[in-house]
């Protein structure tokens, strides 16, 4: 039989287009995600029933925002290797000759993307229903850098410690409680950076810049260790 | 060449050994049974020769390859027919084959695979998810699975758990159609089939080789006794 | 290929002779701190806030109490839970790279101590801040890195106890032990760096007048034997556990 060996971006490829597929034919990380957002968003509109002419909302929403994308993105995180487990399918991965990092990288994009498509919605229904009260700040869509920044960093860190969590008891409890304090500097600088850009006062910036430069140099840290240790997480 | 070459080959955590100093070499084209009770190390013996786990000392080669030095190349060599399908439930057979036929870089991997699909006769049920199969047909495309790369070493890690008599038969007749040149090493319970089907057989206690030899050495009347002491020996 | 023998650390050598000596020692030197730091050593200059503030229902510029002393034994204690977390992360490296499980033991006493006094530091970090700023807790960058390198320390016990395979425990946890140790400035960097508007910023003039810097240095020296000495007892009793077990494998 011949073979020739594939190069780490074709396996790459090949195990992406594999998760969308799976994603594609039973949508259930997406609705799952859609709808629990959904949900938070209803419990903030309990939440802030009272309040809601009074409160601060300008420099609320980020903060606001950022909980429902924490929680949501905790619960696809949870169920994104559910699937490699349910019947040993990541064993039959993990024995193609092929580079440990590149699974860790596949199932990163794959979290991100479907982060981000989550987000795609979400963000804009928070808007909807919290935010059109005032008047939109000319400098609001500079919110997708930190968005996109913060998601890259909770898909890298949340894909490795998921491929931890999903052979422990408890698996969905004990992700969130290893994931938020080890993002938590990740989430303060995107709630600043966002809070920044949605307030849009005269100096946004200097609110806005260093926050988002610290997130990225976390997410190019945080993605070098986990790049790094992924190897060892496997082959326990 | 041997297809297996074991030296010395240990897997302890602390003082606990899995696997004991096991030197063994099967020659190419056998069929091997390892035999033990619970606990007694087969299925770990299983996970480091197919580099799923990583020996801590000692020695391994597949077909001339050294395992610590050349995992990847080891992996190209071997297929693995576990309890579990290692498949992906909601994909259908022809995508999971397709999956592990590019990350393996098999040449022509959709001539390969429907290849596969008719030796295990279920080229008319290709379109169907995995989800949809009983356990005799995921078993089939496991095994088709196992191949898609033609590995030289096919390891059966209890592969007749959950399999009623019929599909136990069926089964039975693909191995010994897909036999071949191939080399077999099988982790079973069952003691007169794993007899029946091996030339080598070897029994394990407490990680530790209590017997290895070819068939035509023993007999099975002996072959049993023994076993039954060796049980006995690691229960008590 | 060149065997390189790794040298495991073992219970029962001379560091264990010195544990309980150190221990003591360690408990006598804080003990002689903590008289330096009341009777001897100046109050804690700066310290005090940028700007007037209401804290409390009082406006304050600085206040120098007598809980400012809480400094001498804060300043230490978060030290040695780092110095401690460093070990932890060290010793799991050390686990990754040879698979050896007492390299794990370590590993987990480490970072057993690396929470005792990261405890001990949120326990003294947060009278400091009722005293000397009036609130029980505000979100300043020294704080919040340790709530968060406190619930790490948590959460990484807890992921030892949900897994059940004693390899895999191991694995996970020194990964995760590393991933820690870099978390953890990073945190601090952030949380330092980002401008708030909400909270004042706390400067420290000046450096640190030499009966002062003595004063600390002298608990520093008493809570880094005492880190010592619990480290080696824990550690002493861990590894006759593992033994014990181990006989027990063996007569089974």
């Not at chain 1, 905790?74 to 991965?93: D, I, N, P, T, Y």
């Not at chain 3, 978060?78 to 490296?93: C, E, R, T």
């Amino acid at each position: 039989m011949p073979r020739v060996a594939p190069s780490t971006f074709s396996q790459y490829r090949t195990l992406l287009a594999k998760d969308l597929r799976q994603e594609f034919r039973t949508r259930e990380m997406l609705t799952s995600m859609g709808i629990y957002a959904l949900l938070v968003i209803i419990v903030y509109g309990a939440a802030l029933a009272l309040t809601a002419h009074g409160v601060d909302i300008v420099h609320m929403g980020g903060g606001l925002l950022w909980v429902l994308i924490v929680f949501t993105s905790l619960l696809g995180l949870a169920r994104s290797f559910a699937r490699e487990k349910e019947q040993g399918c990541m064993e039959g991965v993990l024995l193609v000759p092929l580079d440990r990092s590149v699974v860790f990288l596949a199932k990163a994009t794959s979290n991100i993307l479907f982060m981000l498509a989550v987000e795609v919605i979400a963000v804009p229904l928070f808007y909807f229903f919290f935010m059109t009260s005032e008047p939109a700040a000319p400098t609001l869509p500079f919110i997708v850098a930190p968005l996109l920044v913060g998601t890259v960093g909770m898909a890298g860190i949340g894909t490795m410690l998921s491929t931890i969590t999903s052979n422990t008891r408890s698996a969905d409890v004990m992700l969130a409680v290893l994931f938020i304090p080890l993002i938590y500097p990740l989430l303060y600088a995107c709630v600043t950076a966002t809070t920044a850009a949605i307030a849009g006062t005269e100096f946004w910036t200097d609110f806005f810049v260093m926050p988002l430069v610290l997130a990225c140099g976390y997410d190019v840290v945080m993605l070098l260790v986990c790049w790094v240790l992924y190897d060892f997480v496997v082959s326990a | 060449m041997n297809a297996v070459e074991t030296l010395h080959l240990t897997k302890a955590f602390g003082t606990r050994r899995a696997v004991d100093d096991v030197t063994f070499s099967l020659p190419e084209g056998s069929f091997l049974s390892i035999f033990g009770p619970n606990g007694a190390g087969k299925t770990t013996l299983l996970r480091v020769l197919s580099t799923l786990a990583r020996p801590t000392g000692g020695e391994a080669r597949l077909c001339g390859v050294d395992l610590k030095e050349n995992p990847d190349e080891a992996r190209g060599l071997i297929g693995m027919i576990s309890h579990q399908s290692m498949l992906y439930p909601d994909l259908t057979a022809e995508e999971n084959l397709m999956l592990y036929a590019k990350l393996y870089g098999v040449a022509n991997p959709a001539a390969r695979v429907s290849e596969l699909l008719d030796a295990v006769g279920l080229s008319h049920r290709r379109l169907d998810a995995v989800r949809t199969f009983s356990r005799g047909m995921t078993q089939r495309v496991s095994i088709a699975r196992a191949l898609v790369h033609d590995p030289r070493i096919v390891f059966l890690d209890e592969p007749y758990s959950g399999l009623d008599p019929h599909a136990v038969e069926i089964f039975d007749e693909l191995i010994g159609a897909v036999r071949g040149d191939r080399t077999f090493v099988m982790v079973s319970h069952d003691l007169a089939k794993g007899f029946s089907m091996c030339t080598h057989a070897l029994v394990l206690a407490r990680g530790r080789i209590v017997t290895f030899a070819p068939k035509d050495e023993i007999a099975f009347g002996d072959f049993s006794e023994l076993y039954r002491q060796t049980v006995g020996m690691g229960v008590a | 290929m060149a065997k390189k023998t790794t040298r495991v650390p073992e219970a029962g050598g001379w560091p264990d002779a010195v544990a309980v000596p150190a221990l003591i020692a360690g408990a006598v030197l804080t003990t002689v701190g903590f008289l330096m730091a009341f009777l001897w050593a100046a109050p804690v200059n700066g310290a005090a806030l940028s700007a007037p503030e209401l804290v409390g229902d009082v406006m304050v510029t600085h206040q120098q109490l007598i809980s400012q002393k809480i400094f001498y034994f804060h300043m230490p204690v978060a030290i040695v839970s780092f110095v401690a977390l460093a070990f932890g992360a060290y010793y799991g490296i050390r686990f990754l790279m040879t698979r050896e499980q007492r390299f794990d033991t370590c590993s987990r006493v480490a970072m057993e101590i690396a929470l005792l006094f990261v405890v001990l530091t949120m326990i003294t970090g947060d009278l400091w801040t009722r005293f000397e700023w009036g609130v029980w807790w505000t979100w300043e960058p020294r704080l919040t890195t340790y709530l968060i390198l406190m619930l790490i320390a948590i959460a990484y016990f807890v992921l030892r106890n949900a897994v059940d395979d004693p390899e895999r425990r191991a694995t996970y946890a020194g990964v995760v032990s590393v991933i820690a140790l870099v978390d953890v400035p990073v945190c601090f960097m952030i949380t330092r760096l980002i401008p708030s508007s909400i909270h004042p910023v706390v400067a420290r003039e000046g450096g640190m007048s030499p009966d002062m810097a003595a004063t600390v240095f002298v608990v520093l020296a008493g809570m880094m034997l005492v880190g010592y000495g619990l480290y080696r007892l824990r550690f002493r009793e861990a590894r006759l556990g593992e033994r014990l077990q181990a006989l027990k494998d063996m007569l089974e």
